[in-house]
C-alpha cells in the first residue's frame, strides 16, 4: 500500500467514525491483529481527535473488561475472531468489525486541528510488576518517536522495516508503522503466530533491512531452529528486557546481524539505544538517545521528563523514577541490572539478575532463565534460578552442580544460584516478559 492509499483509506475509515457519534476525545478500542485494518483504525482516530487504545488479540473479556472499565471507550473495532470476546466482556455499544470494505466507503472526515498535548494514544503497561496500567500519550508522542526512529530504530528511506510486536503494546505502537515512516521507510506486517523458521523465511523472502523483535524471539529462533546468514537485514534491534552478551554474538556470527539493545518504558517510550556506526557493546542498553537527559540516582534511572517528547501526559513534571536499576560505565553506557524489586541482597552483595542470567545463558544446556531473591535465614536472600533446559538435556543434581560451577567462572563467585530449580518453562506476560514477581512468590 502507497502513502497516499493509507492516508486515503484513514481519512474514510474516519468518517465512518463520526457517523457512528465518535468526537473528539472518545475513546476507540481496537481488537485487531497486525493487519492493514489496525494502522487505519489507529490514523482515523489521529486525523478527528479520537483517543486509539490498541488490544493485542490474546487478551480474554476479562482483560478487555478491566481495559474498559479505565478507558470507557465510545467504540470498538474487532477482528471478526474477537468480536464474541468483546461482547462478552461487556461492551454494548457500536462494534466494527474488520475486514469489511464498507467500513471504507464513507466520505472523507476533515482533519482536525490538535495540539501536542492532546490525547492521542493509551497504551496498557505489560502488568511485569503488577496489574497493567493505562498510559496516555499526546500527538507530540507520534512526531517524538523520530528521535529513536533515527538514533536507534535507523530504519532509512526505501528500506523494508519489520517490527514484529504484536498490536496492542507500547512497542508496536511505535514501531510498526510510525517510526519506519517517519524515516520514508516502508513497513512489513504479519498477523501470524510465532513460528521460529517462518520467521526467518519471511525476514529472507521478504528481504528485511530493519527488524525489530523482543529479546524472547531473539532467543526463541535461535533455539529452534538453525540461525543462517541474512544478506538484506541490514539492522536489527532488541527492547523490553535485556538481551545477553552471548546472543547478540550468536546472531552476528551466524546470521550476520548486529544487535542493538535498547531500553524504554510504556510511560516514556524508547529511552536509551545503541548508538549507529560505532562497535555494539553487548549486554549494554546503549546510551541515553541524543537530547534526552537521563541520570543513576542511587543505582536507579531517572529522567528529565520536559527533555522527552513521548513522555506521557499524567506523569510528573520535574523527575521520572524508572523503577530499573542500571549502572553507568565511564564511557556513558548503561548497564541493566534488574527492577528496584528484583535486585537480590545476599550477605551484603547487590546481585542484578540478568548478570545471574547472563552467566547461566551462555551454557549450552540452557534456553532460558530468571534469577530471583530466595528467603535465607544466614545470608537474608540468596539467588535462586529457575531453568529452562534445551532439549536433549536431563534436569537432576549433577547439571545443576554444573551450572552453579558454571556461573562460578563466568561471574563474581558470590553471585553465583545457590538454589537451581527446573521448570518446562517460565511464567510470562502476554508481550513475553518474565514475571520474576510469580517466581518470587513461589519461595
Known sequence: MTFGEVAGGA??????????????????????????????ALLACFRIGAVALPCTLQLRAADLRARMAAAEPKLVIADASNTETVRAAGFTGPVLTVPDERLLESPPAPATELAPDDPALIVFTSGTSGSPKPIRHGHRYLTGQSVQAEHWFGAREGDLAWCTAASGWSKSARNSFIAPWLRGATALLHAGRFDAEERLDIVERERVNVLCMAPTEYRAIANGTRLRPLPDLRHAVAAGEPLEPELIRLWEEEAGAVVHDGYGQTETGALTGMPLGVPVRPGSMGRPLPGFRLWVD??????????????????????????????????????????????????????????VESALLSHPAVAEVAAVAARDEERGQVVRAVV?????????????????DHAKAETAPYKYPRIVDFAESLPKTASGKIQRARLRDEC
Open 298 to 355: 542511587d543505582g536507579e534511572l531517572c529522567a528529565d521528563p520536559s527533555t522527552i517528547p513521548t513522555f506521557f501526559l499524567d506523569g510528573p513534571p520535574d523527575e521520572w523514577h524508572t523503577g530499573d536499576r542500571v549502572r553507568e560505565d565511564g564511557d556513558g553506557y548503561l548497564w541493566f541490572e534488574g527492577r528496584t524489586d528484583d535486585v537480590i541482597i545476599s550477605a551484603g552483595y547487590r546481585i542484578g539478575p540478568f548478570e
Open 11 to 40: 481519512a474514510r475509515l474516519a468518517g465512518t467514525l463520526t457517523a457512528h457519534r465518535v468526537a473528539r476525545g472518545d475513546v476507540v478500542m481496537t481488537v485487531v491483529g497486525n493487519r492493514p485494518e489496525w494502522v487505519l
Open 388 to 404: 529452562v533446559l534445551r532439549d536433549g538435556n536431563r534436569a537432576g543434581e549433577a547439571l545443576a552442580r554444573e551450572l552453579q
